[in-house]
C-alpha cells in the first residue's frame, strides 16, 4: 500500500530520520540522491541500494517518461523503515521506499519499481499545486494504482504478473479500502514489534 503521509504522521517520519540521523548516508543511484537511514544491522545498505537501482532500470527500460518525471518532481528518495512498502511526504517532496521491502528476495525489482512509481504520481499530483484538502483521496489513489496497472503491462508478463494482479485487485477496492484511514502509531508499533523480533532472532 502507498500513502500520501499526512501532517501528523509526518512529524513520526522525521522524528524517526532525526533519531538515526548520525548514521544517515547520502547516495546517488542513477543520478537520483537517496538518503538511507539503516536502523536494521541485518540488513546491508549495500543490497538495499543495488535493488533500488534495479527498480530504477526497470523503470527507465519500459517507461522511461516516468523516470522523467520522478526526477523533476521529487527532491529526495528516502529508505527508511516505515509502516508502508512507499509514501510520498509533500512538505519535503521526498518519496520513502521502506528499507525491509527492498530486502526482500522473493519479490523481483518490479513491485518495487511500481511503488516507487505509485508514489511518484502523489509527488506529480502534489506538483499541480491543489490543495490537499480539495482532492478526493480514493480518487487520487486509483490513479496511482493505474499507472502501477500500466507499468506492469509495460513488462514482459513473468516480470509484470504480481504487479498488474496487485493493481487489478486494489482497483477493484471500494473507496474506504482504496484509501483507508491508517492508525499511524498502532502501525509503528507492530513494525517496532517486528523488528525487536527480527534482531532477538539474530542474536
Known sequence: MGVRVPPFAL?????????????????LVHGLPIVVDNTRPDIATSDVLQRFGEAIQLIDRYQPWRLRHLRRDVCEFRIVRFPSR??????????????????????????????ILHEGMHARIEAKGL????RDSAREERICRRIELSFGQALPVALGADVVERAAWALALSDQEVAPTIDWAEA????????R???TGQE
Do not use: C, H, M, N
Not at 11 to 27: D, F, H, L, N, P
Open 11 to 27: 512529524k513520526q517520519v522525521k522524528g524517526q530520520r532525526s533519531e538515526v540521523r548520525a548514521i544517515a548516508e547520502t547516495y
Open 86 to 115: 512507499g509514501a510520498f511526504v509533500p512538505g519535503d517532496r521526498a518519496i520513502i521506499t521502506e528499507l525491509t521491502f527492498l530486502a526482500r528476495r522473493d519479490i523481483s525489482a518490479a513491485p518495487i519499481a511500481a511503488s
Open 131 to 134: 490543495a490537499a484538502a480539495s
Open 188 to 195: 509503528r508499533r507492530r513494525q517496532d514489534a517486528v523488528d
Open 197 to 199: 523480533s527480527a534482531l
